[in-house]
C-alpha cells in the first residue's frame, strides 16, 4: 500500500500542477515518496520568540509582536505593490513590508498577536522585517522545516506540499525494520522519524528522527553492497597457471618499480587460487597503473582468456587502447577498442570478433555495459579510475563472464575504514612508489595580473620544443557566471594574441568524440603546442613532452581534481611547473592553493581537502560510484556505521536473501537502493 503512495508521481498530490512538478523535478523530486524523503536542510528556530527590543539585528530570528495597524498599500513604479503593517512589542514598532502579497498581508489582523520570523533591519526610525514569516502566537512554538529550494518554489510552498504528501499515506507508515532491530538499537518507528524530522517539536526529537533515518539509509546501503559483492566468495573456472610478466616486463621501454612488480605479483597469487579476485589498486597520479593493468591482461591472455579494461572517458580509452596494442605488438594478442562513438559497422565488427574468441583485449568506455557485448570466455575485468563508475556497473560488465576476476584502479585516495565499507571484502593493493627520476611539478599560486608573464613562459617552453596545457573551468555547462574565461573564445585570442607563433587547440567536453580523439591525438603526436582544454583532460591523460599546466579560476575545482591536473604534466624526463592563476581572495582558497605548492602527496592532498572542506562534498558518495545519501555521512556517521554493518551482517546470516516476510519491507529498500545505483 505504502510502496504505491510512495511510487507515485507528484502531479497527483493536491497543490502540484506542471509547473510546481517542473520545479520538484529540478530538486530531484518525482514521486510522493522522492517529497517525503526530501528532508529538512536546517530547522528555523521558533520556540523561543522574542521581544523586538532584544532581537537581534540581521540575524534570522523570531520576534513576537501585536499588529496595531492593518495592511496598507502603496504602489511603486513599474506596478509593484508594496503592502506595510505595523506591530508593537509595547515599547518598540517594527514595521512589516510585503511585496505584492496582498493575500499574505492582509491574513494579518490588528489587536492579535503574531510570531514574526526573519532578519531584523534596522531603520532611521524604526525596525523593519521584509517578507517574515509569521504564525499566529497561540501556535506552539516548533521548529519549521527549511527545506532545499530551487527558484519559484518557497519554503512555505515546499512545507504544505510535504504536509500533503504524508496526509497523502496510510498511516502509521509500514516500517520497513523488524521490531527487534529497532528495539536492539534503540530507534523510534518509522512512522515517527518520518512526521519528527519534518515537524519538530524539539531539537533532540529531530536529531532522534535523524539517527533513525541515517540507521535505514546505511543499513539499506549495507545490505545492497554486501548482495554485490556475494559473488566474490565462490569458485571460479579461470586459473591462471602460466606467468608471462618476464615476457612482458621485456617488452617494456622501462624497467617496473618495486611497487608495480609487487601489485602486479599480488594480484597474479589472487588468479592462480581458483576464487575470483577482488582486487583495488590504489596509486598516486603517475605511479603507472597502467603498466600494471597492461601486464595482468598480458598473462591472463595468453592464458587463454579474455580481458575487459573500461575506462570513463573516450580519450582515455582511446589512448589506454593504443598502450595495449604497442605493447602488444608481436605476441600474437589482438586488442580492440570499443566506444560510442565508433561507426556501427566498427563496434559490430568489435562485437563479433569478441563473441567469438579472436579479441583477446578489449579496451572501451560505458559502452561495453550494453546487452550486446558477449565475450566468448571472459577471465578479468579491470575498470580504471573507478570512482566515476556506478557500483552497479561494475557488477554488469563482470555478468558477462562467468565468474571472471576484477581488479579496479583509483588514485583517489580512500581512508582505510571508508574503504572496507565502499568494497567491503575487496582487496587493496597500494602502488606506494612512483617511477624513478620523476621530477616534483613546481607549482605556483598566482592572480590573473602574472597573465604577460605566464604567457612569455609558455613560448619560451614551446621555442624549446615542450608543449603546454591551459584548463578553463567549463563555461558551456550553461548557467555558470559570466566571469569566467569562456573556453572558446579564449583560445581564439590565445591564438591570435598571445601565441601568434604558436598551434593553439582547444578541447572540450562537448566535442563531437571523434573531434575530441583528433586533436588528442595531434596533441599526443606534437602536433599541437597548447591545449586549451577543460577538465576533460583530467583523467589519466599521458603526454610525456607536456611540461606546463596552467589553470585559469583555480578556485572553481577541488583540490583533488587539481592534484589530478597537475598530475598531467611532470610525466616525461623534463622539469615541469604547474600555475594555478586565481583572483579569489579568499583565506580558505589560497590555504588550498597553498597545499598544492607545498606538497605532491595525494594522501596528504586529499586530507587537507578534508579538513578544509568538510567531509560531506569530498567523500560525497558520487566520488565512489555509490547512491547518493540524503542523511548520511559515511566520514562522521561512524558509531551508525558500526551498528548497520552488525545489524546487516545479523540479518544476512539468518535471512541471505532477505526473502522471509518479515525482511520485505528491507528488500525492497535495498532493490530500490540498487536501482539507484545502477542508474547512477
Ligand atoms: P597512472 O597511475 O596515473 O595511471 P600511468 O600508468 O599513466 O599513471 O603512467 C604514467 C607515466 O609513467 C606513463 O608515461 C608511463 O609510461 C610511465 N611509467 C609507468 N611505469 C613506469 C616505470 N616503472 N618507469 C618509468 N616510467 C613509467
Ligand atoms: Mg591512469
Not at 159 to 185: I, M, S, W
Not at 223 to 229: E, I, W
Not at 323 to 331: E, I, K, Q, V, Y
Amino acid at each position: 500500500m505504502q510502496a504505491d503512495v510512495f511510487a507515485q508521481d507528484v502531479c497527483y498530490l493536491k497543490g502540484v500542477g506542471p509547473n510546481r512538478a517542473a520545479l520538484l523535478q529540478k530538486l530531484g523530486i518525482e514521486t510522493v515518496g522522492d517529497l517525503i524523503e526530501a528532508y529538512p536542510r536546517d530547522y528555523q528556530d521558533w520556540s523561543h520568540p522574542v521581544s523586538i527590543t532584544a532581537a537581534p539585528i540581521d540575524e534570522p530570528c523570531c520576534v513576537r509582536a501585536t499588529v496595531i495597524a492593518p495592511a496598507e498599500e502603496r504602489l511603486l513604479s513599474g506596478g509593484r505593490r508594496l503592502y506595510t503593517v505595523l506591530a508593537t512589542d509595547g515599547q518598540v514598532n517594527l514595521r512589516l513590508t510585503f511585496f505584492n502579497a496582498r493575500y499574505t498581508a492582509a491574513q494579518l489582523q490588528r489587536g492579535r498577536d503574531y510570531l514574526f520570523y526573519g532578519k531584523l533591519g534596522a531603520g532611521f526610525t524604526l525596525r523593519e522585517m521584509v517578507a517574515p514569516q509569521f504564525a499566529p502566537a497561540q501556535t506552539p512554538p516548533a521548529l519549521h522545516p527549511v527545506y532545499p529550494l530551487t527558484a519559484g518554489l518557497s519554503n512555505k510552498v515546499m512545507t504544505g506540499l510535504v504536509k500533503n504528501a504524508l496526509a497523502r499515506c496510510d498511516r502509521p507508515l509500514a516500517d520497513p525494520l523488524p521490531d527487534a532491530v529497532r528495539r536492539q538499537y534503540g530507534l523510534c518507528e518509522l512512522d515517527r522519524a518520518v512526521e519528527t524530522i519534518h515537524f519538530p517539536p524539539t531539537a533532540q526529537a529531530a536529531q532522534e528522527a535523524r539517527r533513525r533515518l541515517i540507521f535505514d539509509e546505511l543499513l539499506t546501503l549495507q545490505l545492497g553492497l554486501a548482495r554485490l559483492k556475494n559473488r566474490s566468495r565462490g569458485v571460479t573456472d579461470v586459473v591462471i597457471t602460466r606467468d608471462r610478466t618476464p615476457d612482458f616486463f621485456a617488452r617494456l621501454p622501462f624497467a617496473p618499480t618495486g611497487a608495480q612488480r609487487r601489485v602486479i605479483r599480488e594480484a597474479l597469487t589472487d588468479m592462480q587460487s581458483g576464487v575470483p579476485m577482488n582486487r583495488l589498486v590504489q596509486g598516486d597520479v603517475g605511479s603507472g597503473k597502467t603498466a600494471v593493468a597492461a601486464a595482468l591482461c598480458h598473462t591472463v591472455a595468453l592464458n587463454g582468456w579474455q580481458c575487459a579494461v573500461m575506462a570513463p572517458t573516450e580519450i582515455l580509452a582511446t589512448q589506454h587502447y593504443e598502450t595495449f596494442s604497442r605493447l602488444f605488438a608481436g605476441t600474437g594478442l589482438r586488442v580492440a577498442l570499443l566506444t560510442g562513438s565508433q561507426t556501427k559497422k566498427q563496434k559490430q565488427a568489435v562485437l563479433a570478433d569478441l563473441a567469438a574468441g579472436a579479441v583477446h583485449v578489449v579496451v572501451g568506455t560505458h559502452a561495453l555495459l550494453q546487452e550486446t557485448v558477449r565475450f566468448y570466455a571472459l577471465g578479468l575485468v579491470v575498470t580504471d579510475e573507478q570512482h566515476r563508475f556506478g557500483v552497479g556497473q561494475r557488477a554488469a560488465l563482470l555478468k558477462k563472464g562467468s565468474a571472471p576476476h576484477m581488479l579496479v584502479m583509483s588514485a583517489t585516495p580512500i581512508p582505510r575504514t571508508l574503504a572496507l565499507i565502499i568494497y567491503g571484502d575487496l582487496d587493496l593493493s597500494v602502488i606506494d612508489e612512483l617511477p624513478p627520476g620523476r621530477q616534483t611539478v613546481a607549482t605556483y599560486a598566482v592572480d590573473s595580473s602574472y597573465h604577460e608573464r605566464v604567457y612569455a613562459f609558455i613560448r619560451k617552453h614551446v621555442a624549446a620544443g615542450r608543449q603546454a596545457y591551459i584548463v578553463c573551468p567549463l563555461v558551456e555547462e550553461g548557467d555558470e557566471p559570466s566571469d569566467l574565461t569562456a573556453a572558446t573564445q579564449y583560445a581564439e585570442t590565445l591564438q591570435t594574441e598571445a601565441f601568434p607563433n604558436c598551434r593553439v587547440a582547444l578541447l572540450h567536453g562537448k566535442m563531437p568524440a571523434a573531434q575530441k580523439e583528433q586533436v588528442m591525438g595531434a596533441f599526443a603526436a606534437g602536433q599541437i603546442d597548447i591545449l586549451v582544454a577543460t577538465t576533460v583532460i583530467e583523467v589519466g591523460v599521458d603526454v610525456p613532452n607536456a611540461v606546463l599546466m596552467v589553470v585559469e579560476n583555480a578556485e572553481r575545482f577541488g583540490l583533488s581534481q587539481l592534484h589530478q591536473l597537475r598530475g598531467r604534466v611532470g610525466r616525461g624526463q623534463y622539469p615541469s611547473t604547474c600555475i594555478l592563476i586565481s583572483d579569489h581572495q579568499g583565506e580558505t582558497n589560497r590555504k588550498r592553493l597553498n597545499v598544492l605548492c607545498q606538497t605532491a602527496d595525494g594522501f596528504r592532498i586529499a586530507d587537507e581537502d578534508l579538513k578544509l572542506r568538510g567531509p560531506g562534498d569530498f567523500f560525497g558518495a558520487r566520488q565512489h560510484g555509490l547512491p547518493r545519501l540524503k542523511l548520511a555521512d559515511l566520514l562522521t556517521d561512524t558509531e551508525t556505521l558500526r551498528q548497520t554493518a552488525r545489524a546487516a551482517a545479523d540479518l544476512l546470516q539468518t535471512d541471505p536473501t532477505l526473502s522471509r516476510p518479515e525482511h520485505a519491507g528491507l528488500a525492497a529498500a535495498v532493490k530500490r537502493m540498487l536501482h539507484r545505483a545502477y542508474t547512477a
